[in-house]
């Protein structure tokens, strides 16, 4: 279980600092890890979030229901949504990603990883194939730059979620392909897909439909981040919508409600929570759902992240602000 954030840096800052950043410290966790292979510049880069190694439990091959059986969720509540030809649409609800982070799951075929990390707001779809061999993910309870840190279990290298790419280990600089997803509210997904799946509650013992993050989006400052706020004076907890190196603020596409450009055609519906600002997910003040799509309609890999983690893992990236 993820801490509050209080707590939780309460202890990051009580853990003395080679346990903070120095691999001959954490060998002893991470045995098969190679540290000497990295592209990282700085080991004080990477935090502990405060859970351990698997602290956070992964999930692998979730179970499903009908969209038209499922009650609990209500009708606000953001869910990630992956569509793969040959099988039926997929929901996986935030408020079970808050409490796991990752799925392992497979879909017509297709191995896939569906990550979400609190702290940057990222929502991401990978392909679990990368270097010839077929991956499976968790999590290191580590964060750099605030973001997660994932590891795979077949290598223990360490991957940065927000770039889909491995830092550390034997597959330091391999990438994984990001697949199209995109959030949207339960009922938007229930009215569209009634035929539909949904990922059932896992046998965990969380308080699944809570945040543990009450009021962390509007916080003047990002959690457990040491890096260079974002500029053109962007508060660094505002979402923006990063396509490629690109980043859209979230207010701008909010206000236009459709923006095409650069070769995109981004669009904002009103009717979706915050997952990070109440208590109770599904009660979050509206952030409303975008979607990315190329000139065809289709569906193109993006990411609703927070203005400073753009920044910090995107520093030469595009900031789309208009006229």
């Not at 964060?143 to 979620?161: A, C, I, P």
């Amino acid at each position: 279980m993820r801490l509050i954030p209080a707590l939780a840096a309460a202890i990051v800052l009580a853990l003395p600092a080679q346990a903070r950043a120095d691999p001959d410290f954490w060998v002893h966790e991470w045995p098969d890890t190679d540290f000497a292979t990295n592209a990282v510049d700085s080991w004080a880069e990477i935090l502990s979030g405060g859970p351990p190694r698997d602290g956070i439990p992964a999930l692998t091959d979730p179970d499903f229901v009908a969209a038209s059986e499922e009650t609990a969720l209500a009708p606000r509540e953001p869910v990630i949504t992956v569509e793969i030809a040959g099988a039926p649409p997929r929901a996986y609800p935030i408020r079970y990603l808050m409490w796991h982070e990752i799925v392992n799951d497979t879909i017509a075929g297709t191995p896939l990883a569906i990550t979400f990390c609190p702290l940057c707001n990222s929502a991401l779809v990978f392909d679990r194939r990368a270097a010839g061999r077929t991956l499976s993910f968790g999590v290191t309870g580590k964060l750099r730059n605030s973001g997660m840190v994932m590891y795979d279990r077949e290598t223990e290298s360490w991957w940065q979620q927000a770039l889909g790419r491995a830092i550390v280990g034997e597959l330091t600089g391999t990438a994984l392909t990001q697949v199209p997803s995109w959030m949207e509210s339960w009922a938007a997904y229930r009215a569209r897909r009634p035929a539909g799946l949904v990922m059932a509650e896992p046998d965990h013992a969380r308080r699944y439909g809570t945040n543990p993050y009450a009021g962390y989006d509007s916080s003047a400052r990002p959690f457990l981040y040491n890096g260079e706020m974002p500029p053109h004076g962007i508060p660094p907890l505002v979402r923006v919508v990063r396509v490629g190196s690109r980043a859209w603020p979230l207010p701008r596409l909010a206000e236009a409600e459709s923006i095409a450009e650069a070769g995109v055609i981004l669009s904002w519906a009103e009717g979706q929570a915050s997952a990070l600002d109440t208590a109770r997910i599904g009660e979050g003040r509206e952030v409303g759902t975008i979607r990315v799509r190329d000139a065809a309609g289709a569906d193109l890999p993006h990411d609703l992240m927070f203005a400073f983690a753009f920044h910090a893992f995107f520093p030469d990236g595009t900031w789309m602000l208009g006229d």
